[in-house]
């Protein structure tokens, strides 16, 4: 089987290695395409320090069962398209931790974890745990795409309630898209997205949200130009300037959700927080149902979700993609690497 090794930080490299045998209680999965992720880009860069040299990355994928070990629920049937939860705790900890597994002190994820061997591979192993069917009417490549959406239900689900009408996402890559979605699913209508690109920002109108051009001056005043500040601000960025656009942005007593990762430490006008009695409030990864109901809500409207899509490209081409997204390509949404496009060698 081939796996893309990160042979050197700046630098994936195609190699062979021995199919892995499934034993009690896992699965192995037979990947047809797996999403090119921001982390694996900061981690191909060696920006965040949570990619290393030697490991095979990956954890937004969609494949079919090849193969069960001993004990695997009749449920899960070999030639099955499935996707997998990538956050894995130990099994007897299940029920102690459930609605909540993200929080568990040793929780590994798959694909940041680097003596776990991940999914840009043609194979991966997956606890049966953690492994999750696709609906039927899902296309399996886009099953790539339930673990990015899965982030984005987890986080409208830690600010979202019943006043909420009017929501700012800032940054419209490929996780402010998905909460885009996320929001439409949860019954806002009225979304606005904070976006440098045209490109990007051309796709977010094609998700039925307003997008704003954040260089064209004043975040804020262009949220309040367009009818008002908002109930609610996400942040998919995370730096100093889009938290700030967002304290700004919402009404007192708002919320704001942190779920970008640009930067480990930001500066903070706390008084934004504190006398305008905002709640400030992180979100990383899911739960297992955020997971379960993404898969469910992509499979209602799988051609919507396509959208997202912006390339697919062979193993062959995958560092060269990689280095394209690492030097600031275009590519509005995602990039997945088809490993069902050629002969595995």
Known sequence: MRELVLAEIGRLEVRERETPTPGPGEVLIRIVATGICGSDIHGYTGENGRRFPGQVMGHESSGYIAAVGEGVADSLQVDAPVTFNPVVIPAEDAEA??????????????????????????????????????????????????????????????????????????????????????????????????????????????LGAKPIDPTQGSVAEQVAAEGGLVDVAIDAVGITPTIQDALSSTLLGGSVCLVGMGSPNVDLKAFAVSTEERSLVGSFTYAAKDFEYAAGIIGKDAERYRLLVSAEVPVAEADAAFKSLANGSATPGKVLVRFDDESEG
């Open 97 to 206: 931790y459930a609605g909540r597994e993200q929080h568990h002190p040793k929780k590994v994820v798959i694909g940041v974890e680097p003596s776990v061997p991940a999914s840009f591979a043609d194979y991966v192993l997956i606890p049966a745990q953690n492994v999750v069917p696709l609906p039927d009417s899902l296309p399996v490549e886009l099953g790539a795409l339930i673990e990015p959406l899965a982030v984005a239900v987890h986080a409208v689900r830690r600010v979202m309630n019943a006043d909420v009408k009017r929501v700012l996402v800032i940054g419209g890559g490929p996780i402010g898209q998905s909460v885009v979605l996320a929001l439409r699913d949860a019954g806002v209508e009225d979304i606005l997205v904070s976006e440098v690109d045209q490109a990007r920002r051309d796709l977010i109108a094609g």
